[in-house]
């Protein structure tokens, strides 16, 4: 605990369980390749850091970055980060994120090519210029997943079981291949904001159920739904969202509850 340590161009093989516990951070440099390997970001603080300079690469073969919540103090403000000059993060496609508790946020992200998984908590993933792409996967199976910063997706993005969120704005053109499970929606939150660009969008056979939440905004098109029992627009409670130069078409149930505006 409370210690920074190193890997630098390192393969971490098969098998191999390296932990990073409460207020520590492993730093990798040179890049960094988990063939059949996990790394388990143990309690608050743990950190995985990137450093350098341009791209660092985190590739492998079935390659796993876990989190585990062993009940020091808390399962939050763990991270996985870059640190140096125009430093960013490329995943490649034989890694996943498994993110089961608390917090944990991806930050600097420039691509991804792997899995990122929210079975539980919150993870979120950010970057000035990102994108997922290829075999990149980003899934809310019982988590909810955040995404934030200048992206596009031509890979996939999946509402599984909870929610994806829209922190910043993203305009339907970027939004690529998106899918939803029974309980699964996507959500326009706070600072989100889902830009039609002239366009129509049907719900249903894309997100289900869109949330607004409270400053959340849908601009410039028209939205509809094909399916109005499963696929309805709802702002949250306690919130105010927009509409902004918007045609709400055929089919569409747009819900403001109690508190809401």
Same mark, same amino acid.
């Given at each position: 605990?409370?210690?920074?340590?190193?890997l630098?161009?390192?393969?971490l093989?098969?098998?191999?369980?390296? +932990?990073?516990?409460?207020?520590?951070?492993?730093?990798?440099?040179?890049?960094?390749?988990?063939?059949?390997?996990?790394?388990?970001?143990? !309690?608050?603080?743990?950190s *995985?850091?990137? !450093?350098?300079?341009?791209?660092?690469?985190?590739?492998g073969?079935?390659?796993?970055?876990?989190?585990?919540?062993?009940?020091?103090?808390?399962?939050?403000?763990?991270?996985?980060?870059?640190?140096?000059?125009?430093?960013?993060?490329?995943?490649?496609?034989?890694?996943?994120?498994?993110?089961?508790?608390? !917090? *944990?946020?991806?930050?600097n992200?420039?691509?991804?090519?792997?899995?990122?998984?929210?079975?539980?908590?919150?993870?979120?993933?950010?970057?000035?210029?990102?994108?997922?792409t290829?075999?990149?996967?980003?899934?809310?199976?019982?988590?909810?997943?955040?995404?934030?910063?200048?992206?596009?997706?031509?890979?996939? *993005?999946?509402?599984?079981?909870?929610?994806?969120?829209?922190?910043?704005?993203?305009?339907?053109?970027?939004?690529?291949?998106?899918?939803?499970?029974?309980?699964? +929606?996507?959500?326009?939150?706070?600072?989100g904001?889902?830009?039609?660009?002239?366009?129509?969008? !049907?719900?249903?056979?894309?997100?289900?159920s869109?949330?607004?939440?409270?400053?959340?905004?849908?601009?410039?098109?028209?939205?509809?739904?094909?399916?109005?029992?499963?696929?309805?627009?709802?702002?949250?409670?306690?919130?105010?969202?927009?509409?902004?130069q918007?045609?709400?078409?055929s089919?569409?149930?747009?819900?403001?509850?109690?508190?809401?505006?």
């Open positions: 605990e409370y210690s920074q340590a190193t630098d161009q390192m393969t093989g098969s098998g191999l369980n390296a +932990n990073v516990p409460y207020a520590s951070t492993l730093v990798v440099t040179g890049g960094l390749n988990l063939n059949g390997a996990t790394i388990n970001l143990k !309690d608050a603080y743990a *995985l850091r990137f !450093d350098g300079s341009g791209v660092q690469q985190l590739n073969i079935n390659g796993t970055i876990a989190d585990v919540f062993t009940g020091r103090y808390s399962p939050y403000n763990r991270q996985i980060t870059t640190s140096g000059t125009n430093t960013s993060l490329q995943i490649g496609s034989g890694v996943t994120v498994n993110h089961s508790t608390g !917090d *944990l946020t991806i930050s992200l420039s691509g991804n090519q792997g899995t990122l998984l929210a079975t539980g908590g919150t993870l979120n993933v950010s970057g000035s210029n990102w994108s997922n290829g075999t990149g996967l980003i899934e809310a199976s019982g988590g909810r997943v955040v995404l934030s910063g200048a992206w596009i997706n031509s890979g996939s *993005l999946s509402a599984n079981t909870s929610t994806i969120a829209f922190a910043s704005p993203v305009p339907l053109s970027n939004l690529g291949s998106v899918s939803y499970g029974s309980t699964g +929606n996507f959500e326009v939150a706070n600072g904001i889902l830009d039609l660009g002239g366009g129509s969008f !049907d719900l249903a056979p894309n997100m289900g869109l949330t607004l939440s409270n400053g959340g905004v849908i601009r410039n098109g028209t939205l509809l739904s094909s399916n109005p029992s499963t696929a309805q627009l709802n702002l949250t409670e306690y919130s105010q969202a927009t509409l902004d918007m045609t709400l078409g089919g569409l149930n747009a819900n403001v509850p109690y508190a809401s505006t």
